[in-house]
């Protein structure tokens, strides 16, 4: 039986690895290209992106503060920013604003009138699963309002507590069928339900359809709609198989490849823990790992 601790690493390091092994093949060629240049640390690790930053954004500003702030969270979010990150281009510029001292309760609804429906609320959402794994009612309320500053979208939210409950589910062995019972009693949106279905019946036929099939019916996109079932479906069918044959199959699907990576990562690293990890040599591993031990001593103690 694989420990919690393991569990924890594994969930904050699986995001970080699904996010950097997913970069190179996000985008377009321009996007390619740059990241080719930029993608490597001097010592030759792999950069992550904007995905790993905002999760360690959250966990920095939760165990500073005791508890989810979101003033000081949009201001942590706002001070990482950092174009070489990749940012959706909405977040991208809702964290300028806040940079330049708009308050998120105002920057939130620049871009988009009703929030963003991007997928940037769920990419950030497993750390808030090592807060608060053993209260699915405070998991919601807290992966809400961590989505909010930025992602007020009632997708883009149902998309971050999607991901959020399934690795809370994940860190305590639930099995695929008891992951799919929460996540379908808590879905809200029609958005999500319908490819959650899709998937769901997947799963208990033990139906294993190809790339091509999974990407036509879940999708592939920078959407919540678009991605969050897909990674939850990929994670949940290759979860008692290697973390890079899970990989290979994102990279396969194309699109969105960091973010699917990082979701699905997650997931299978809250499952797996970091011993079922491969070697990967990552930007600021060390950081990541201890800031998922942090949480562990913080949440346990
Ligand atoms: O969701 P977000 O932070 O993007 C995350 C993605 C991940 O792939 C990261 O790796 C990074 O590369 O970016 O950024 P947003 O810009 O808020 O949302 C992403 C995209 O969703 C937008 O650029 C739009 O294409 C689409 N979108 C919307 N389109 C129309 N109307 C989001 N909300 C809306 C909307 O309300
Ligand atoms: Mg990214
Ligand atoms: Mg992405």
Redesign the pocket.
């Known amino acids: 039986m694989i420990n919690l601790k393991d569990k924890y690493t594994g969930c904050l390091l699986g995001l970080a690895y699904g996010d950097a092994m997913g970069a190179p093949y ?1 985008g377009g060629m321009i996007e390619r290209l740059v990241w080719r240049f930029i993608g490597k640390t001097a010592d030759g690790c792999r950069r992550w ?3 790993t930053q905002m999760s360690l954004d959250i966990a920095e500003s939760m165990l500073a503060k005791g508890a989810l702030f979101q003033d000081d969270l949009a201001q942590r979010f706002a001070e990482s920013y950092d174009w070489k990150r ?6 991208a510029k809702i964290l300028k604003l806040i940079r330049r001292g708009c308050s998120w309760r105002d920057a939130m609804h620049s ?2 009138r ?1 929030g ?5 609320a769920a ?1 950030r959402a497993p750390v808030l699963a090592l807060f608060f794994y053993d209260s699915l009612d405070k998991l919601v309320v807290n992966t809400r309002a961590a989505s909010e500053i ?2 007020s ?1 009632p997708v883009g939210i149902d998309g971050a507590v999607l991901i959020a409950l399934a690795t809370s589910q994940l860190l305590i062995n639930r099995s695929k069928e008891e992951v799919c019972e929460v996540v379908v009693a808590h879905c809200q949106t029609e958005e999500m339900r319908k490819p959650l279905q899709v998937a769901v019946n997947w799963l208990q036929q033990n139906n294993r359809p190809v790339v091509s099939v999974v990407v036509a019916q879940l999708g592939n996109g ?2 919540a709609q678009k991605s969050c079932v897909t990674a939850l479906y990929i994670a949940l069918r290759f979860i008692d198989s290697g973390f890079l044959d899970m990989m290979n199959f994102i990279i396969d699907a194309g699109g ?1 490849v ?2 699917i990576g990082a979701m699905a990562g997650s997931l299978w690293g809250a499952f797996n823990g970091s011993s079922g990890l491969p070697e990967f040599k990552i930007e600021d591993g060390a950081r990541i790992e201890e800031t998922a031990l942090r949480i562990y001593s913080a949440v346990r103690c």
Not at 86 to 91: D, F, L, R, S, W
Not at 116 to 120: A, I, K, L, R, V
């Open positions: 996000e992106t904007d995905d990749v940012y959706g281009p909405g977040a871009v988009y009703d963003s429906f991007g997928n940037g990419m930025t992602h979208h920078i959407t969105d960091d973010t």
